[in-house]
């Protein structure tokens, strides 16, 4: 046992003082009375009972003594030598969420009472117990590391804010662990949400306590919202909404869907308690180049999670890929390439092309027509060849071929039907076997390939080949020409060939700065979303 207050010893110089206070005898005040017959009973009795009550002051005493015994062992602050050399570490979990912006009826938010009963905490540091503190959002995060200032830690609590993402509070529990890991003595976690999490961490080593804040409340919340382009229709825009009652009664709202500030529609919404609704709006328009993009819908309701009454998702502006004709005279590409809104094409003559001008295209599309210098091994460009073509063999073309094999997964084949096609003729092709590239055959006439697409290991070039004459077809009358025709060139120009998920609502992205789309601080909506995909799974506070 050590006294860290040592100095508190010489207030035991004041217990003399209480004893005397015991010793000193009442000088009682003489009073003349008119016969002593009325008191010489209580006189009696009072000299009878001189021994019990002198008893009686000596409890008194010693009880006085005790007490003044204890309040001078409390300024002593006696502490165990173990903790003094190890001392005592607490960690300070606080709940950044979404959830914690929930209003609480006496107008208080759950992160305002949650930082209140932290600051009641941070009180307690001392140099025998030093403190830490972790914040957690989308991940968790040291905002103050192990000190016995109070004053810090106050600062760092005063700055610290709810934020708009979601999390998991287990992160922070887990980081607070390896902090306290290397660390001795009494250790603890105190962790500062509105809701412990459903799935606690196994590990039992070091106590864990949650301070909850918070009541349970009624909340409508946007759960998911996603859009994509109308494949048939680039120019338009399909937009999934989904809501959702977390509350115990029915409720009834009307949802808004703005672009670029500018409203579009606005549907009524009844929601059952612990239901929700689906609405899909699908003529929204694309944006134009000096367009935003910014989808927005809003819930009109007043409920305890303002936060996710409001959803965004972001069009993208897609800049036109660059193409480059060369042809003798082909109007059916000219008038397609035209009419594509997402081409921006140059025609030139095959007399005027040269390598160092194609190579400032996304694709060059080369109409019966091979350059005399292309070589597979470094074409310097995406080349897309149509009825003559660098894999043309010395074989008799092909009369009335059909097409037997259509690799409907292949890009350049997206929603293209070659069903009841008339061909005239077609070129013999040979798939080409270099190393160093991939090549496919997606669409064949039994062993013959009438297109060969080809990939550069590393995804340098691409180069994608016709072995048909669209004037030898009817090919350019069906709906399939168009389809074909776009799909290789934005293929060939490196487009993904796979659709780009959402990402989770609430969850935390890196800023892009880019033109077609400024960062935001919430932003659910991404490229090309699929709708079934994007689940806007907001961190909800609804439901506790």
Known sequence: MTFLNVWAVGFAGVAPVIVLLYLLKLKRRPMPVSTLLFWQRILQENQRRAFFQKLRQLFSLLLHLLIFALI???????????????GASTVLIVDTRARMQATEPDGLTRFAMAKGKAMDVVRQASALRQMAMITVDAGARVVAPFTDDEKTL???LAQVSA????????????????????????RRIIVFTDRPPESKPQDGKVPLDFVTVGTKRDNLAITRFATRPVLNSPQTSEVLLEVANFGSSSAKTNVELAYDGQLLDVKPLAIEPGGHVVQVFPTVPRPSNNARGWLTARLDTTDALASDNVAYAVLPVEPPKRVLLVTKGNWFLEKLLAADQSIAFELVTPDSFTTAVAAKFDAVVCDNFVPGDFNIANPTANFFFIKQTPFNNSDPALDQPLISDLDSRHPALRLVNLQNITLLHAAALDLPKTQDWNWQAPIRSFDHPLMITGEKRGGSSRVAALALDIGDSDLPLRVAFPLLISNTLHWLAGEATAPILSRRAGETLPSLRTKACRPTRKTHGRRNPPLPQNRRQRDLCSSH
Do not use: C, M, V, Y
């Not at 001078?72 to 190890?86: F, K, N, S, W």
């Not at 922070?172 to 003595?185: H, K, P, T, V």
């Open 72 to 86: 001078l062992g409390a300024l002593a602050h006696p502490t165990l030598d173990r903790q003094i050399t190890e």
């Open 154 to 156: 106050r600062e760092t």
């Open 163 to 186: 934020t708009d993402a979601g999390g998991n509070l287990n992160s922070a529990i887990d980081l607070a662990g390896e902090l306290l890991a290397s660390r001795g003595g009494d």
